[in-house]
């Protein structure tokens, strides 16, 4: 059944922008910047009133661009980037509301420090509110790690979630065990927190990447595309010695015939199957013909399979499919089949060579599922690891800059 909370993917046709978002920064920052030149603490109730309303602003207007951006494009950054944001704008809101009902009750509150110090120290901060929500996370992949490890063997890739739990839990410890201890000069505290600040940044982005990414996955998975398609792409993956599919390989093309046979059943429009992969070096044959003769022992009609037997990654799945529905007329609405935790990243990848399609997931081993968004998510960053730099870049000089003038300006 197709979830009405879940937005039409691709229903809208201009990029979302951001354009309300950078005025109201431009109004607000002028008026803080009017406010502490008149005496920053004469007037520090009021700006901590306006930045709990900008904050909050912020979060809703990122919450209305990720709602906006799935219609336009869901499976991108920007998707991920909203989503865990705007947990963070929400986070920084309710630090303000907090700070702004202190003033009113405790003069002593009311101070340049208190007001800087809260958005200077917000990525600790968060790091601190969010700490139950790690825990839970890193402990229940250590779980699932160790029930994969022992169903699927000890290879490096299915140590992916134990390792990222280890560092959550370990940036944490280290960063709040080094921030308790400090002593000295108020040059060497303000040098002291502009590192911490750096280190918290750091975690900061990570957390709120892994946060809009897991939001970003689960929509992606749960979402179901209207019963109009032309095509149905079913990603290969490993096949079995005898050249028969996988469970993780039939569970998708069975998630494709059973979508098939609703939309035929629904609207009685026919769909082609394009089964997408090559053959390995260890495999018998291609699983794109592994796949077709799964397809053909279901009943489907073989004038209705096309296959695809050069890929042998995602990217190319999507690049050589193109290609098939290109030669036959390019314009048709498509969708593809894959593993639930897969289908955000093979989004991307399909948006990436310039076709929409819509995904569907096909569920999996409750132990598999954590370790391979873990592996989705590491390879997601790393495809633009300079656009990673630089927002972590800009979000480490803010911190430093904050920091340095919560030291500095008259209190």
Request: net charge neutral; glycine share 8%; charged share 20%.
């Amino acid at each position: 059944m197709k979830n009405k909370t879940i937005p039409k993917f691709y229903s809208r046709e201009t990029k979302p922008s951001l354009k309300p978002l950078y005025i109201l920064t431009a109004v607000v920052l002028a008026m803080v910047v009017g406010l502490a030149l008149t005496g920053f603490s004469n007037h520090s109730g009021v700006i901590c009133m306006v930045l709990a309303l900008y904050f909050l602003s912020v979060a809703f207007i990122l919450r209305w661009r990720f709602m906006e951006q799935i219609k336009y494009a869901p499976y991108s950054y920007n998707t991920i980037f909203y989503a865990g944001f705007g947990l963070f704008a929400l986070a920084i809101s309710l630090m303000y509301i907090i700070l702004t009902f202190s003033m009113l009750r405790e003069s002593e509150y009311q101070t340049a420090y208190s007001v800087l110090s809260t958005i200077a120290g917000s990525a600790k901060t968060f790091m601190l509110l969010s700490a139950p929500f790690i825990l839970i996370f890193s402990i229940a992949m250590i779980v699932s790690n160790i029930s994969l490890i022992r169903h699927e063997g000890g290879s490096f890739v299915n140590f992916l979630g134990i390792i990222l739990s280890a560092l959550f839990l370990g940036g944490w410890t280290f960063l709040f065990a080094v921030d308790m201890y400090v002593t000295g000069s108020m040059i060497e505290v303000m040098v002291h927190d502009v590192w911490t600040g750096f280190f918290a940044s750091i975690c900061l982005y990570v957390e709120c990447m892994v946060l809009g990414t897991i939001i970003a996955d689960f929509i992606a998975a749960r979402h179901e595309p209207d019963k109009d398609k032309d095509y149905m792409l079913i990603l290969g993956c490993a096949i079995r010695k005898d050249g028969t599919p996988t469970p993780l390989l039939r569970g998708r093309i069975d998630r494709a015939i059973e979508f098939y046979e609703a939309q035929k059943t629904e609207t009685g429009k026919e769909l082609t199957f394009i089964t997408s992969g090559g053959q390995g070096s260890d495999e018998v044959i291609s699983e794109s013909a592994c796949m077709k003769r799964y397809l053909m022992e279901q009943g489907i009609p073989e004038e209705r399979i096309i296959e695809e037997n050069k890929s042998t990654n995602t990217l190319e799945n999507m690049l050589f499919s193109k290609e098939k529905i290109d030669e036959r007329g390019g314009e048709a609405k498509v969708a593809f089949s894959t593993t639930n935790y897969h289908v955000f990243r093979s989004g991307f990848f399909a948006r990436s060579v310039g076709m929409k399609a819509e995904g569907i997931g096909a569920p999996t081993k409750w132990y598999f599922w954590p370790n391979a968004a873990v592996r989705e998510f590491v390879g997601l960053l790393t495809k633009r690891r300079g656009l990673q730099l630089t927002i972590l870049g800009i979000m480490a000089v803010c911190f430093a800059v904050l920091t340095v003038l919560t030291y500095t300006l008259p209190i």
